[in-house]
């Protein structure tokens, strides 16, 4: 069973371009997370999906953020029109329905906006 | 809200040493607390998680973590640490709420240095 897969591990991107950030959970887990990781500092809660819904995303910036995870295919967190102030790793993670298991984390995607 | 603490950034101890790292947390309810490390361009990895029973939880790599509710702390140790066990390691307590899944509230880490 592999695990979490995210991918890119690396991207780069200029400003104002868009970011495509990608995860695939582990076979059997419908409830995908993303955190994000600014320089030094600890894991922010962003968005909590299941199948095709939006559960939660408090964590969420207002604009230029969105995420995705639709009934086929991998979760997508998207940012449009990328600033220095994006450069972050962005981890998701995820876990089977229930709240009992923990979650998984995937190796995440380090942005750099240049 | 909930709320996870890790007073300390950085905590060094010599290899065959104890090793302690420490969190308390703040939560209605009844807490569920994980420890998770991360190695340097890597992921984080589950170390281990308290959710009932035993105050004294036992997990990966030879590391455990006592539960101390009047204390509303979940300290981790490590009997005699590696130099391996440098890392960055994370205490977060799940979010409480029916529809709150697996959400995680993250402390700001601490990161042990292990010398040999």
């Known amino acids: 069973n592999a695990g979490v897969m995210q991918n890119p591990r690396h991207l780069v991107r200029r400003r104002g371009q868009e970011a495509r950030l990608r995860c695939s959970p582990m076979?059997?887990?419908?409830?995908v997370y993303w955190y994000r990781q600014l320089p030094e500092e600890g894991l922010k809660f962003m968005v909590y999906?299941?199948?095709?819904?939006?559960?939660?995303e408090s964590g969420m910036p207002k604009e230029r953020f969105s995420a995705e995870f639709p009934k086929e295919g991998p979760s997508i967190l998207r940012i449009q029109q990328v600033v220095r102030g994006d450069s972050a790793a962005y981890f998701c993670?995820?876990?089977?329905?229930?709240?009992?298991?923990?979650?998984?984390f995937g190796q995440g995607t380090r942005l750099t906006v240049v | 809200a909930q709320s996870v603490a890790q007073p300390e950034d950085q905590v060094n101890v010599a290899e065959g040493n104890p090793l302690t790292v420490k969190c308390t947390y703040s939560?209605?309810?009844?807490?569920?607390l994980f420890w998770y490390v991360q190695y340097p361009n890597r992921g984080l990895q589950f170390l281990l998680k308290?959710?009932?029973?035993?105050?004294l939880v036992k997990g990966s790599y030879g590391f455990e973590a006592e539960f101390n509710k009047s204390q509303t702390s979940f300290h981790l140790k490590k009997p005699s640490a590696l130099v391996s066990d440098s890392a960055l390691y994370f205490c977060?307590?799940?979010?409480?709420?029916?529809?709150?899944?697996?959400?995680?509230?993250f402390g700001g880490g601490t990161r042990v240095l292990v010398k040999p």
């Open positions: 308290y959710i009932t029973g035993d105050n």
């Open positions: 977060a307590v799940r979010d409480i709420g029916p529809a709150a899944g697996n959400k995680l509230t």
């Open positions: 076979k059997g887990h419908s409830h």
């Open positions: 999906l299941q199948k095709e819904n939006i559960i939660d």
């Open positions: 993670a995820s876990s089977p329905p229930g709240r009992g298991p923990e979650a998984f």
């Open positions: 939560v209605s309810g009844n807490p569920y």
